[in-house]
């Protein structure tokens, strides 16, 4: 049930502000339930004696904090209540949009259209192994637009980024070629490479991508046929390559005749600061070959990815495919392309961007609050991931089985670890929760990793231990 | 426009089919244009005075045929109509459904209760490697009931019958390892075992399936990991191979170590004729992996499929599923199961099978009839492929490329070859096809065969040969 309002319009508070706190203490006060109705704005606002658009407002917060979900016509519904009775665990383990903001509506709206249309005969009929041509032609005239395709490229829809890996390796790198790929990495992009017999050698990731001091002696001891990276926010780091960094690599490559492979799926979800140009754009060789995807942004679930690349590579990725899978699904294919071509794909970003600063402030100042001394921690402008370096001797893998039994998960630095072991690092993926859940999180975090910190400074100094509770 | 129709009560044809082959007499002679509107079955049973259900079922028939489409509440459209001007190609190269007989309405409606259910945030999430989840225990629970599953198999949704193939060669025969396939077989499997690095062998394949008096002694001397089949309705031959051949196959490959796969991606599609159990429910062994898919029969563009097996193996099967593209799309999977479970399915392979049946008797009568002497051809009893073999000398490439002109196509042997050249042999797909299209095809190809052989039979007594035309 909403509470009662106590709005006063004298104050320096704006009545939106006043509106969304209380609304927003209810919740998060146990006085509202999850899927508790809040009535649409034109209903409050008479009952309240309100402007529309002050409500309007009020709620455009609410849902950007992941507090409630907005359905057309039907009003609000709480969806972060805070349970007392049975604590669910807070996970900072997966990277991806959280559920709740997901475009449920416009995704409606959306498939509506694809299927109501006339094309709905041509997607249901097999597909060309290149992609369906509507969304590739969009995609294509997308990235000229930006720069990020040249005249000499093609494009080439995958089932997700995955898809892409798995093809790159298969068409470049199946003889037991050498790839270089960041070290910590996201585990599926490293398995797809050792799992098809590549030979896998990390290339040192900081606080700024990838070290390029090392790297040209690295490409002339290893010699590689490939090189993978993520210039933007990168999965598990958050680190971003700055642009000087991404010319060296490229002149670096090129020099040694080595392939660039772009990962760029968390690119379009820069919350602050100013875009750096991609590889591919600033890749004058054309060489390079652009990885991107609708699933960080919009929909996981449904599998549109995408490779921008040289033709005669994308020719050759394009024969891999046909015998992979003959096409991805063209359903899913034609709900991105209308779901981008009607604007609501812009219009969702836009909510993602809004929620996704929020979220990363929240993880960003609790991890500078409640992290043990001597910790350390990348801070993005964007994507999902932060990573934290623990002080030693605190071991990350040991932690998080403590957390788990606390309700609060993350993923131990090992588990991205390609040539380093990676200890003492862990990510944390803030974006699919909301900033109370990431402060709540952190500060029982934090508790768990100062109390080992302690227990191990007396282990160090020879006080006995305390008993494990 | 509707032609005007002359019925007789008296006569001893019923008026539903005179009705239907007045109609139809006016598509087939160009009286009636594509896109051309039959009003509802309603308003015409108001204005020619006929009982609604004579109407539906000469409506049923045209259907069936391909020469109308319905649309729930808008009447019927013609979509087979002959036209004069513009002859398009009548193509027998495509093993797959007509487009004519897509269940368009039913799809949308499908469609439409997923995206309007509960379900829908779920879909959009990342879902599990091995499938969605309701889709997975559908599909068990049916194979269970069908005996095609048993206690210790599992079941894994792939995109398609053809990332199956991937997935088997990638996780069983990675090494090299030879793998025995049809001869001739569809291409797309054949090129996922030889991407692979697999060591690919043609088991021959005669009218009754793969030819079991040699498979022992080849067995033997190859020392295959795997052995793939189409037991039904095999891609291109059209051929069943029968129960004994089954149980022979599986006597030998279980005494031999050689895993068994099974595609059954037409074995839904039985016209006429008693259904033959499959393979893995005749392997008592359960090792036998079984492949289906939803494509033959309704969604192509769809790419949902599935492999059942031993949970052994299949756990090795997701864990590459997982490496090469996380999972499958989860809005198709989702649709497929709506499909089924709506009983949609059921109805609409009820009017494939009547279509099927149309098709390939006419398929049937016409080889036999415009063939060359001396041809064979296979007699299928369902599936999509009907396989001929020409009297030597004539080449079935060379053959392709005149009927190309004359606006006919179909795939030369050669195409399909494993092992053996296939210079003779030729595949017509007939299910793509209205029968009316399927006889003017064949009496084109009859044609041009025919000619060959007088040529070729010219050629060999000495006579001069006349010009090419």
Redesign the interface.
């Known amino acids: 049930m909403l509470p009662r309002l106590d709005l006063d319009p004298q104050s320096a508070t704006p009545l939106y502000r006043q509106l969304h706190e209380q609304i927003r203490s209810a919740i998060l006060a146990g006085g509202m339930a999850d899927g508790d109705r809040i009535p649409p704005t034109r209903e409050l606002a008479q009952s309240i004696g309100l402007n529309r658009a002050t409500i309007t407002a009020a709620f455009d917060v609410l849902e950007s904090e992941g507090l409630i979900r907005r359905e057309v016509g039907r009003g609000s519904f709480v969806i972060g209540a805070v349970t007392q009775e049975t604590p669910s665990t807070i996970s900072f383990s997966?990277s991806?949009p959280s559920?709740i903001m997901?475009p449920?509506d416009e995704?409606?709206v959306t498939?509506?259209e694809v299927?109501?249309s006339d094309d709905?005969?041509?997607?249901?009929?097999?597909?060309p192994a290149s992609g369906y041509g509507p969304l590739r032609r969009h995609l294509l005239n997308e990235a000229r637009k930006r720069g990020t395709a040249g005249e000499d490229d093609d494009i080439l829809v995958?089932?997700?980024c995955?898809?892409a890996f798995?093809l790159i390796q298969?068409v470049l790198a199946a003889r037991g070629e050498t790839v270089l790929i960041e070290d910590p990495v996201y585990p599926?992009l490293r398995?797809?490479f050792l799992?098809g017999g590549a030979r896998v050698i990390g290339m040192p990731v900081g606080r700024e991508g990838v070290e390029v001091d090392a790297l040209g002696a690295l490409l002339e001891k290893e010699k590689p046929r490939l090189m993978v990276l993520t210039p933007n926010f990168q999965n598990p780091t958050g680190s971003t390559l700055p642009v000087e960094s991404r010319r060296t690599i490229l002149t670096l490559a090129r020099r040694a005749g080595v392939i660039v492979v772009e990962n760029d799926l968390y690119g379009e979800l820069r919350y602050h600061g100013a875009e750096v140009p991609t590889m591919k754009r600033l890749d004058e060789s054309g060489e390079t070959i652009l990885l991107g995807s609708f699933?960080k942004i919009?929909?996981?679930?449904?599998?549109v990815g995408w490779a921008i690349g040289p033709k005669h590579i994308i020719a050759r990725l394009t024969e891999?495919k046909?015998?992979?899978?003959?096409?991805?699904?063209?359903?899913?294919q034609a709900?991105v392309l209308r779901f981008a071509e009607s604007g609501r794909l812009s219009a969702h970003r836009g909510k993602m961007l809004t929620a996704g600063a929020l979220r990363l402030k929240a993880a960003l100042v609790a991890c500078g609050t409640e992290l043990p001394s001597g910790s350390t921690f990348t801070k993005p402008e964007g994507g999902m991931n932060v990573w934290v370096e623990l002080p030693r001797p605190l071991d990350a893998s040991e932690l998080a089985t403590r957390a788990e039994r606390e309700n609060v998960s993350f993923l131990p630095g090992r588990y991205f670890a390609v040539t380093r072991p990676q200890v003492h690092g862990l990510r944390l993926s803030f974006a699919g929760l909301t900033p109370e859940n990431i402060r709540h999180g952190l500060s029982i975090l934090g508790l768990i990793f100062r109390t080992e910190q302690q227990r191990a400074q007396r282990r160090q100094s020879g006080e006995p231990a305390p008993a494990l509770v």
Chains 1, 2 share one sequence.
């Open positions: 997966a991806r559920e997901f449920l995704f409606r498939c509506r299927i109501d709905a005969a041509q997607i249901l009929q097999l597909g995958t089932s997700g995955q898809q798995d298969r599926g398995n797809a799992r699933s919009a929909f996981p679930g449904l599998r891999a046909e015998a992979s899978d003959l096409h991805s699904d063209q359903l899913s709900v």
